[in-house]
């Protein structure tokens, strides 16, 4: 049975270094620290790395995050990985849990979340199962 969480989220991004650039591309990595409420009650933390084109509205990033705390009353940590694309504007995001990632609580979750900015507030929604 799958089930459904949502809330929303604060999320602090803080550059790594001093990134590279070369023909029009440029490539940086950041740190991740996030604040989970709703369903889901806890923090991520994770690494992301990003790349930006000379074409306005056009990059793409990479994330992994790492999330504890408490999904719908179970405890327990999980991974997420994140697959961003901007294409002129348009954007394409897979955020999935990392198979067998669960601990605690959340051993054997597997699932989607969608992340939604609406006003400037970051919001989720995350379809989920628990299997033994």
Not at 38 to 67: N, Q
Request: hydrophobic letters at 35%; a negative charge; glycine letters at 16%.
């Amino acid at each position: 049975m799958t089930n459904h969480a949502s809330g929303s989220f604060e999320v602090k991004m803080v550059p790594q270094g001093a990134g590279d650039q070369a023909d029009g591309i440029a490539v940086g990595r950041m740190s991740l620290d996030k604040e989970y409420r709703g369903d889901l009650e806890g923090t991520g933390k994770g690494e992301m790395l990003a790349a930006r084109t000379s074409v306005a509205g056009s990059a793409g990033y990479v994330a992994i995050e790492r999330v504890t705390g408490a999904l719908q009353g179970r405890r327990g940590s999980f991974v997420l990985q994140h697959h961003g694309i901007m294409t002129r504007g348009t954007p394409t995001l897979s955020v999935m849990v990392v198979p067998d990632s669960g601990t605690g609580e959340l051993t054997g979750l597997s699932g989607n979340l969608t992340i939604n900015i609406v006003d400037g507030k970051h919001l989720y929604e995350f379809d989920y199962t628990i299997t033994p």
